[in-house]
């Protein structure tokens, strides 16, 4: 089986045109992260700080829905086992 090529899913003409439109503004942003190492973009993400620390608490709350259907499926499942059970019996 041959391998198979990594081509962006756009068309050629457009992806073109952007990289044109890059190369003649010639951003900051692309010509930094060309100047930098390829571990340099590994210690920036390790020492940028989390957004913010989710606690059980919150989670309890978002996702209170979970339990409750949980719950539901249990009794759910409980009773058809039973009625099984029952009917194990007559049949």
Do not use: C, H
Not at 22 to 38: C, D, L, R, W
Not at 72 to 79: D, I, K, P, Q
Request: charged share 20%; no cysteine.
């Amino acid at each position: 089986m041959a391998k198979k090529k990594r081509r962006p899913n756009i068309p050629q003409a457009t992806l073109e045109q952007v990289r044109r439109q890059v190369q003649s503004q010639g951003t900051p942003a692309a010509s930094s992260a060309a100047k930098e190492s390829p571990a340099a973009p590994a210690r920036k993400a390790a020492a940028r700080p989390s957004a913010s620390v989710t606690t059980e608490a919150d989670l309890r709350v978002q996702y209170a829905y979970v339990i409750e259907d949980l719950r539901n499926m249990a009794v759910l499942s409980g009773a058809f086992l039973l009625g099984l059970v029952v009917l194990s019996f007559f049949i």
